[in-house]
């Protein structure tokens, strides 16, 4: 059994991996949902996008519901207080995928092409908002959130949907916007042939300019905004106790991470290098190992925010020695140990279970194919 300290770290890091499973897996459906109305230009080649994620969308789904539990059970002052703080970002998010599942089933039972193109827009909206709004979300925890704490621990959100919409946290989404639709280019890339695999490739090549252009600049800009640091002496295998700490913000100390372990630097270089390296294998039509690279990319990007933010989760900004860390935010030593051990058995079996799902509907998805199965395709 592992220590109370450890177990705390080790959930740190499969939150982390949950997050960027999400990203890797439900990402590409969300990036070929965004770039559905812009290569394909007539139905059928609409078609043709559409069914390259149609048979795994909905079980790549398990990412983001596992990392939402996960983050429930393991962190439930964080779930509290992000879902109540950012409470209309959440619903956002709710209401654009509600488009995925019935624009999946609907689109293509009517042969109506205002009916068509209606369920298309809405698959792009389903692939396009969720990401952009997540970014946003990852940009208002760099600068902090306003939240507090009374004396019953019952946090406090004092902030408006409207200030969650700041210009950097506006970049930050954009980032996490185009990181997805790079992550959806090389997976359509890969499915795909012809005209539609061309303009895929344009765009992803696009996209990656742009999350790189995008990632650096927010690095940048970081350097300017106050982090956090704890300045008080902490216990990390003590109960939970957010208010036990005093916190003080300062310039650079997002950075302070990085100064200590100068290997943390391959991150942001991963993610950096692995996008350009997508953009190029794509263009040389190395199209799996461009999806590789691109997942590197989004492991880098992810990673990234998680190395410059430990041990913060949720800072506050309100009131800095309510900041959630990994720490005190935590549910208790046997809560952890147990979702562990369940982590440890079911973990294998959905990783397992994917790899021959998408091995036994492998290949490219053409024309051909969904005129052949004009009532069986999506």
């Given at each position: 059994m592992f220590d109370y300290e450890t177990l705390k770290i080790v959930w740190w890091l499969l939150v982390g991996v949950l997050l960027i499973g999400f990203a890797i897996m439900d990402g590409h459906d969300m990036g070929v949902g965004t770039l559905l109305p812009f290569v394909g230009r007539s139905d059928i080649e609409r078609r043709v996008v559409i069914n390259t994620v149609g048979p795994h969308w909905d079980g790549n789904q398990v990412w983001f519901i596992t990392g939402g539990g996960a983050i429930f059970a393991a962190w439930p002052l964080v779930y509290a207080t992000a879902f109540s703080g950012f409470y209309w970002a959440m619903l956002a998010v709710?209401?654009?995928?509600?488009?995925?599942?019935?624009?999946?089933?609907?689109?293509s039972k009517i042969h109506n092409a205002t009916w068509r193109s209606t369920w298309d827009w809405g698959l792009f909206v389903g692939g396009f908002v969720p990401p952009v709004i997540f970014g946003v979300a990852f940009g208002n925890l760099l600068q902090g959130v306003p939240f507090q704490f009374d004396a019953y621990l019952i946090s406090t959100y004092t902030?408006?949907?409207?200030?969650l919409l700041n210009p950097f946290a506006l970049l930050a989404g954009g980032v996490s916007s185009a990181m997805i639709t790079l992550q959806g280019a090389t997976y359509l890339a890969h499915r795909t042939e012809g005209v539609v695999q061309a303009r895929t490739i344009k765009a992803g090549t696009g996209a990656a300019l742009l999350m790189v252009l995008g990632f650096i600049?927010?690095?940048?800009?970081?350097?300017?905004?106050d982090g956090f640091r704890i300045s008080s002496v902490v216990d990390p295998a003590a109960l939970p106790n957010p208010?036990?700490?005093?916190?003080?913000r300062e310039a650079g100390a997002w950075m302070a991470n990085y100064a200590a372990q100068p290997l943390l630097w391959l991150l942001p270089v991963i993610g950096v290098l692995g996008a350009l390296a997508a953009a190029v294998l794509m263009r040389l039509g190395h199209t799996l190992t461009a999806f590789v690279a691109s997942s590197l990319a989004t492991t880098g990007v992810i990673g990234t925010a998680g190395a410059s933010m430990f041990p913060f989760i949720m800072p506050?900004?309100?009131?800095?020695?309510?900041s959630l860390t990994v720490w005190d935010s935590v549910s208790s030593h046997l809560t952890l140990a147990i979702m562990f051990w369940a982590t440890v058995l079911f973990m294998p079996l959905i990783v397992l279970y994917t790899s021959w799902a998408y091995r036994v509907m492998r290949g490219k998805v053409t024309a051909a194919y969904i005129r052949e199965n004009?009532?069986?395709?999506?």
């Open positions: 709710l209401w654009a995928l509600f488009f995925r599942p019935v624009g999946f089933d609907y689109r902030g408006t949907f409207w200030q600049g927010a690095g940048v800009w970081l350097q300017g905004i208010m036990g700490k005093t916190v003080v506050s900004s309100s009131q800095p020695a309510a004009e009532h069986g395709a999506y």
